[in-house]
């Protein structure tokens, strides 16, 4: 049995344990928010423990983010636990990799979306969601706005049936070339 004499390189660096199950504290806050939701708690300010917060900012997320998709689940049956955990894993990938684990501060508002009937290449909403899945992978969206809504969600059926955490790694793979994102979903 071979014997270590220095700690393994990932323990070395810090790792911590928790990183490798944020995915189930994050299931389990959604569980825990989706049950409050249903017996009539509809703030989203509240209810949230230290560690909620911290694992929310340790994944580039706010409460307001969870919420959303907690809201719609409950309301309306869809985007699934699933869903939200999957677009969170998209938006962590890129806080840690892309803004090395540091808030941007910017918040893009309603005012600064494209309309809902803009296009681009003859594709409606694409402009709009566009810009919503830039702000979201930066986490910029304005607590008002939501990535995954259901206008988000019909364009994303109606063009292919893009899951809405592939439509963001599409988005940022791309690097801001909006003719390689026309041309993937006209593939489809």
Known sequence: MRKWKKPLAFIARGFQATRMTW???FTALF????????????????GYLAEDIALLESIGYNKRELFDFVEDFVDEGE?????????????????LVEQKGK?????????????????????????????KARAKLR??????LMYGCG??????????????ADFLRHVWA????????????KSL
């Open 23 to 25: 995915n189930d504290k």
């Open 174 to 185: 791309t690097d801001g070339d909006e003719s390689k994102i026309v041309a993937w979903i």
């Open 103 to 131: 808030v941007s501060g910017v918040a893009i508002t309603r005012d600064e979306l494209p309309g809902f009937g803009e296009e681009l290449e003859g594709l409606a909403y694409l402009p709009r969601i566009l810009v």
């Open 151 to 164: 206008g988000d969600r019909n364009f994303l059926t109606k063009n292919g049936g893009i899951h809405p």
């Open 79 to 95: 985007p699934s636990l699933g869903t939200a955990l999957l677009v969170a894993a998209v938006r962590r990938d890129y806080f």
């Open 31 to 46: 569980d825990r928010v989706a049950n409050a939701y249903r017996k009539g708690d509809f703030d989203y300010e509240t």
């Open 139 to 144: 986490g910029e969206l304005d607590p008002d």
